[in-house]
T-cell receptor
């Protein structure tokens, strides 16, 4: 079983729509969680950390469910510029960084 | 804040040639450093990580090696490249503060011909 798994998508949504997707992780001792955004042929860039209580950054909301071992990302009022691949990142207690394969989101006009 | 410098941006090398990719860190001391490879249309694969000078952990057995001769320098090497070594190589650093996440270099796109 992979350490981090994501639905690859693609999620094709119209502008203004809400899109949400999850990421599951296998190591119950995982300590930190992040969502990264990767544009085509570019390096990943930190989108937001995921806190235990859930957190929001503008149109983006991240949730953590430790009992079921998954994190989620919700994007409200989608913009064309939100089109990208979203990578789930899980950090274990020995600082090993594990990536999901990414969820592709395409926002259409 | 932490900045990762990585070069070159693109590289075309013949099969069997050696490789040396360098990554340097600015802005933090004693960071954890990582080398990742991303094949076309695929996810990120962890190759090596280092928690300090001279300390290297290998995640995937292959013809690549890594070294950390200085606190802020991480080098990825190969003595003889294979076609399958083609990909997008990314260096990442973690400053030790959990909620700041990891920073990536801009990557090296390697094509082995």
């Amino acid at each position: 079983r992979k350490e981090v798994e994501q639905d690859p998508g693609p999620f094709n949504v119209p502008e203004g729509a809400t899109v949400a997707f999850n990421c599951t992780y296998s190591n119950s001792a995982s300590q930190s969680f992040f969502w990264y955004r990767q544009d085509c042929r570019k390096e990943p860039k930190l989108l937001m950390s995921v806190y235990s209580s859930g957190n929001e950054d503008g149109r983006f909301t991240a949730q953590l469910n430790r009992a079921s071992q998954y994190i989620s990302l919700l994007i409200r009022d989608s913009k064309l510029s939100d089109s990208a691949t979203y990578l789930c990142v899980v950090i274990s207690n020995d600082y090993k960084l594990s990536f999901g394969a990414g969820t592709t989101v395409t926002v259409r006009a | 804040s932490q900045t990762i410098h990585q070069w070159p941006a693109t590289l075309v090398q013949p099969v069997g040639s050696p490789l040396s990719l360098e990554c340097t860190v600015e802005g933090t001391s004693n960071p954890n450093l990582y080398w990742y490879r991303q094949a076309a249309g695929r996810g990120l694969q962890l190759l090596f990580y280092s928690v300090g000078i001279g300390q290297i952990s290998s995640e995937v057995p292959q013809n690549l090696s890594a070294s950390r001769p200085q606190d802020r320098q991480f080098i990825l090497s190969s003595k003889k490249l294979l076609l399958s070594d083609s990909g997008f190589y990314l260096c990442a650093g973690y400053p030790g503060t959990a909620n700041y996440g990891y920073t990536f270099g801009s990557g090296t796109r390697l094509t082995v011909v």
